[in-house]
């Protein structure tokens, strides 16, 4: 059974950095398609970044410039640099298999002003 499972959140001020990552159990990692999503409170959940195979990323306008997503094959992991954070990007933080549509539990981000 694959899981997915994000860790790294927390609470940080406006303008701080924070890293996420997701760790896939399973043998399907190499391949797939890695997505970061974030939904906040009342909102729909929004896509935010992804990694395909060979470092192929993609972003949000909103988050360009500021996040950084990576991969780690050799580990199962995924990970989601952020920086110059905004009390916007507040929300649950979830990763994606987005090859076979499995997400984790989410991790909670909160930047106040």
């Known amino acids: 059974q694959v899981r997915l499972v994000e860790s790294g959140g927390g609470w940080v001020q406006a303008g701080e950095s924070l890293t996420l990552s997701c760790q896939v159990s399973?043998?399907?990692?190499?391949?797939?398609?890695m997505g970061w999503y974030r939904q906040a409170p009342r909102q729909q959940r929004e896509f935010v970044a992804r990694v395909g195979m060979g470092g192929t990323t993609d972003y949000a306008d909103s988050v360009k410039g500021r996040f950084t997503v990576s991969r780690d094959d050799a580990k199962n992991m995924a990970y989601l640099q952020m920086n110059a954070l905004k009390p916007e990007d507040t929300g649950v933080y979830y990763c994606s298999l987005e090859t076979m549509d499995l997400w984790g539990q989410g991790t909670q981000v909160t930047v106040s002003s």
């Open positions: 399973g043998s399907i990692f190499r391949g797939a398609v």
